[in-house]
């Protein structure tokens, strides 16, 4: 009898271009870097710079994954994340960032609410952003087309 090969399970995950995620900061240079490398792992997106805009945006367009910054003006992303469950969005899946310390109560605290799948502190990684979002959504990472001598991705280096 023959061995099922490792690689199935990858048939199972979804196109990244078919997910749309919602990216929530106010420094709107962070965004550029954050819709960068979103979309260089294969993602639509579209943003919102306060957290009025990001509720407007999350019930209009019902996104696949919210980041969403913890510290936004008026309305702030933990506000937000709790009128998402209250006007019933909150099966949209959350990843916290924040570039404000936390200590680890609060943390947990943040992470028991039932739409937040990951918490994240500034500067981030794109390579763990990237891959926590291919977990989350379980969806299929591009093709990186390494060459020989190649031993990095495009997206594994540098922070934000």
Known sequence: MEEPQASQPEE??????EKLILLVDDDESLLDLMEHVVRKE???TDRATDGNEALQ???????DLLILDFMLPGLGGYEVLRELQASGNGNIPIIVITGRHMDRK????????????????KPLRPAVLGSTIHNILRTRPPDLNRGPGQSRGPMSGGIF
């Open 12 to 17: 199972n995950l979804a196109d990244p271009g």
């Open 42 to 44: 294969g993602f639509r």
């Open 57 to 63: 945006k999350a019930r209009a367009l019902n996104p």
């Open 106 to 121: 609060n943390i947990e605290i943040v992470r028991l609410e039932p739409n937040v799948k990951e918490f994240m502190e």
